[in-house]
């Protein structure tokens, strides 16, 4: 499914790459919000909305998502 996977190998945006998340692994998602995203994928959203917090969640996003991609390609 790589049709689904828009991404560039310098930059990638976690909130355009969750979208094709969603679709891929059938979840419904409730919004685009930081928090509904960490939500969506087991993520903890403790001190949301605080710059450093909210770097954290947006960083484990996109582990999740890294990690979700190297077990697909095993």
């Keep these: ?4 996977r828009p991404w560039h190998p310098i930059w990638l945006c976690t909130v355009q790459r ?3 998340w969603g679709y891929e692994t059938g979840r419904k998602l409730e919004s685009l919000k930081l928090t509904s995203l960490c939500d969506a994928m087991g993520i903890p959203t403790a ?3 605080d ?3 909210d770097v954290r969640m947006s960083a484990a996003i996109l582990k999740f998502m890294a990690a979700q ?3 697909e390609t095993k």
Excluded: M, T
């Design 51 to 53: 710059a450093l917090a």
């Design 1 to 4: 499914h790589n049709r689904f």
């Design 69 to 71: 991609a190297r077990q």
């Design 47 to 49: 001190g949301a909305h």
């Design 18 to 20: 969750s979208c094709f």
